[in-house]
């Protein structure tokens, strides 16, 4: 099994060399005040050597021992609690978190390049500071100032860990529809009372408290989504000085066994008159969820990338070190047995529709890291409106988009070792059995795509999605001349013509037909990201082009090669989906239950 | 957990109404002495009730406790041991075997059903007996008529069953380069000595005896492939009365951990000079397994349609059945608290594209058991030669593509459950690991696309492929006039031509740049398969039409509005896979090893 390696090479030319980050924060004062180039450089640094020294080699042992129940308590794998403190020390927990409560205010352009590192380590172990980022964001947004103080320094320092409460037994995806109730106490607090399931770290023995963020219905609150109200719910209670009190009446029930991220616990958890506070306004929970839920979906994209990035990291090892028969054009290394098997244009048909989604991937997701920064840190109103409806545009596409293509590379990187993919030793299973989650969890990606289709695209009559078209057209205007990009510019223009005609013809038909939406989604949201993939091939071909010629590394000029690979393999699936998606609704609505 | 059903209305219609196996079999001498329609009916239903009663109970247990290996003893999970006795008991281990030996002779149209009903209600048991039956085929097409009388019977009967072991730790897919040698001794018989790998149910405490196929090099054999011999090892030496006797010089060295079909044994295998047989002549020993591969890469293909077949099943239900948000359209059951999910266009996009593979799978799979028989028995050279042909081209279509579309609607289906697919006690996470090792035993499905592409397309000069092409066209000729396939004949006509000219294309690349087949034959093998399917659904179509009408069951409409789907929404795929392959081999070959 290949060691996990940071690919800090390919993340520094993403976010400094495609994406130009530290201009970026110079922009954006409150940005500049917290990070400079060199800072963020010795971030990555450091984060690089926790993922690959501290959290990779727990991986395979995590997954294996997995997380132990007993009456109540849970015990993360060996190892993982000691990792944990790790990352209590450097502060890691608090990265991107408000410096006004002890958080070190860092963009999310750089952590996003810490938080794939971590995901791809250690996937399993990583989803504790995720869910912990994530809770801090909503309570950082919606917490009253009593709220944060008494909480967010604990939860970025890490010594408390954050839950998110939300899915019931019967209630997914349908919110709407929870049965947990919230009990007005005379203090101002509130008794929960329920059975939260699918809920990640809930219980476990890394932390000292565990802050969880709990959906619940008022009494008489209106039916529905509207009727839904966010409260804190911590494991123990913490005293007026700060200090940890007793128990709260929550327990978790049990912990579920599953198909891969093992090292983590999913918890059933039981509220039984648990004492809570509540976080926003009344009945605005669901709204409250969603301001995190742009940061924590992209952040489930990346773990997408990530899964993938080990992937090809370990397919690439042993595609140049397996022997396996002789290269079509004869043999390459006639003293040895058989030639390694990366000479064969199959294997790297595989290995090369990884790293184009993987690297391609990256630069998507820095994008977006880029709009959440802009988003959040602007003083410029229109430059922050525009950033705030990309984000919200492409949001679902970096979940949804990334987490397939992820579990697409996990399942290529597996096929490259054959047999050998199969069995556990090589890692390559546990891959794909991690990555699976990313497409389920945090909204499915059929969820996704509906998002994006019916809420974004349609819901905005397509001015969202005119955000996304100008920027590519931009893109393509800016850069005519550039010879280097040439043979991208058509294709890609053609691309996003395709794009622009599907969103028109889908806004047309949603006008009319209901089903609309629901039938061309998810084939939409796959067409959307392989033209969106396209655009940030070609800005990394516009960044690496000038250092390619005389490169001996091979970095530069691998990116341009790949960028043709992507645009004459890949991107062409567009011209399919785009077909797909006309053929509108009627052949999925026309069965009966009984015809299917 | 739904429970599986033996999908038996659905394998009747394709048997006997698609594709009307019933003729053929009365145009079959040698098969029409062995079965008739009532025989035939009767072992499906039989062959029904065992998957449904009997293996699938034992599915999900068995993957809990996987095979247990103890000092070279290996013990199959609870129940195995029995559910192998009724095998026993009725027979069906010598299904489709020769009846001189004491086999039943029934045809692979009707062996491949029962195939499909074994392997989707528990895949890890039935490599057991699927694995025999191979190991009878090359013993029956190659063995003397001593080894025959002496293995066969007790094979068939199933109270011995059969492994073969080809691949070793450095030798997988390139079996030239085994080390694994054969002494000749003085009785005739030869000393193995060499460690075998990934050796299914290589041992196992089911059956009395095991038969090993294990492949070895003669001293001074030639080197490569055609150096390597084929040799009959038992694990227990067979006296002269047909008693087992001492046991023989091999050993089971442990079980590997794995993904999925944990019920079953991965055996490392251990020969320390174990006697053993010469099975056909020296260094034709490749040959000899190749006779047995069409018929197990079939097998292998049959198993991602019942995997599929499980799949689609719980999902339908758990459609039906969950309760989640309303429908686009407006609520569908305002007294309950939600809408079935079945009422979303994304869920029936994802039940109906299972639908269409699992359905179209099968109508192909039998319709390659159709080519098989006539190859087999009939006695018309011509016809026998054309069906050749056939088997010979379509048998990595269905190794590939059937289980490529198997894991993808394990993965539909494990979707649709949201996170309840994650989470074990569903099932649905165990067919995606079970099936997920079908795209990689028997010939990775890249080296299928290999097979099909060079050695049967480029190798036979487009010959082959035109007995396919042909094929369909007589079918669209012949139905001209056919007013419930008009919908359906242009496309596929189209498809067919999309096919042709890309085969002419890749031929004539092929002819020039050997890197050419590689680069092309994956996309290719998906066109091929994508094709074949929409003549299968066109083939349903043709016989479920008229009897549609009036069908209050929705059986035959269904059929018709799923043929309706697949044509519109997954069909069009052929066009992108069409500009893909377009682009040929150079994008992949431009990098060196360093620019990956």
Redesign the interface.
């Known amino acids: 099994m290949a060691e996990y390696q940071a690919p800090l090479r390919d993340i520094r030319f993403v976010m400094n060399e495609v994406f130009d980050a530290p201009s970026l924060w110079a922009s954006l004062p409150k940005v500049a005040e917290n990070v400079d180039p060199e800072t963020a450089d010795a971030i990555l640094e450091e984060a690089g050597k926790i993922a690959s020294s501290v959290l990779a080699p727990l991986n395979r042992e995590g997954d294996e021992q997995g997380c132990q129940w007993h009456e109540g308590v849970v015990t993360a794998p060996e190892g993982f609690k000691e990792a944990y403190q790790t990352l209590v020390e450097g502060g890691w927990n608090g990265l991107g978190g408000n410096p006004e409560f002890g958080g070190m205010g860092m963009p999310k352009t750089l952590v996003a390049q810490f938080e794939e590192m971590m995901q791809g380590a250690n996937m399993a172990f990583g989803l504790a500071p995720m869910l912990t980022a994530g809770a801090c964001l909503a309570l950082d947004a919606h917490g009253s100032q009593e709220l944060k103080e008494k909480y967010l320094p604990n939860m970025y320092a890490g010594t408390w860990s954050g839950a998110m409460d939300l899915?019931e037994p019967?209630?997914?995806?349908?919110l709407?529809?929870i049965r947990t109730k919230a009990e007005p106490n005379d203090d101002g607090s509130y008794r929960i009372t329920g059975t939260k399931?699918?809920i990640t770290w809930g219980e476990h023995d890394m932390a000292e408290n565990i802050i969880h963020l709990v959906l619940a219905k008022l009494p008489d609150a209106p039916k529905g989504p509207k009727g839904i109200s966010l409260f804190l719910v911590p494991k123990f209670l913490v005293n007026e000085d700060g200090s940890l009190g007793e128990r709260n009446r929550l327990s978790c029930g049990s912990i579920?066994?599953?198909?891969?991220i093992k090292g983590s616990a999913?918890c059933v958890m039981n509220f039984d008159g648990a004492k809570g506070w509540l976080v926003g306004e009344e009945n605005k929970g669901l709204a409250a969820m969603f301001t995190m839920m742009n940061y924590e979906r992209l952040g489930v994209g990346i773990q997408g990338i990530g899964a993938a990035e080990a992937s090809l990291q370990n397919a690439?090892a042993y595609a140049?070190d397996r022997?396996?028969?002789r290269a079509?054009?004869?043999a390459q290394q006639p003293d040895k047995?058989?030639d390694p098997i990366?000479v064969?244009?199959?294997?790297?048909?595989?290995?090369?529709t990884m790293?184009s989604y993987v690297e391609g991937g990256r630069a998507f997701s820095t994008y977006v890291a880029q709009w959440l920064d802009i988003s959040k840190y602007s003083d410029d109103d229109e430059r922050r409106t525009y950033a705030e409806g990309m984000v919200a545009l492409l949001t679902p596409v970096a979940k949804a988009f990334l987490t397939d293509r992820g579990?697409e590379s996990c399942?290529l990187g597996?096929?490259i070792f054959?047999?050998?993919?199969?069995?556990?030793?090589w890692g390559q299973?546990q891959l794909?059995?991690d990555c699976?989650?990313t497409?389920?969890?945090e909204g499915?990606?059929?969820i996704q795509?509906?998002d994006l289709m019916g809420r974004k695209v349609v819901g905005s009559q397509g001015k969202l999605y005119e955000l996304f078209a100008q920027d590519v057209t931009r893109f393509l205007e800016d850069n005519r001349d550039n010879e280097a990009l040439r043979p991208f510019l058509e294709p890609l223009a053609a691309a996003v013509e395709r794009l622009d005609d599907v969103t028109e013809h889908v806004l047309a038909q949603a006008a009319e037909n209901?089903?609309a939406?629901?039938?061309a989604?998810?084939d939409y949201l796959d067409l959307f990201g392989l033209t969106a993939l396209g655009y940030m091939w070609a800005r990394m071909v516009k960044a690496a082009a000038p250092k390619a010629e005389g490169d001996r590394?091979?970095?530069y000029?691998?990116k341009l090669?790949?960028a043709?690979?992507y645009f004459?393999?890949?991107l062409?699936?567009?011209?399919?989906?785009a077909?797909?998606i006309r053929?509108g609704?009627e052949?999925?609505?026309?069965?009966?239950?009984?015809?299917?």
Chains 1, 2 share one sequence.
């Open positions: 899915t019967h209630a997914g995806t349908d709407g529809i399931i699918f579920e066994k599953k198909m891969g999913t690439r140049l022997l396996q028969s079509p054009s004869g047995v058989a990366i064969h244009p199959d294997v790297r048909r595989m290995l090369l790293k579990l399942i597996q096929q054959g047999g050998h993919g199969f069995i556990r030793e299973e794909v059995r699976r989650i497409q389920i969890y499915t990606n059929g795509a509906l209901p089903n939406v629901g039938a989604s998810v590394s091979g970095f000029s691998g090669k790949t043709r690979f004459e393999r890949l062409p699936k567009t011209v399919s989906l077909e797909s053929s609704s052949a999925m609505m026309a069965l009966s239950a009984e015809e299917f």
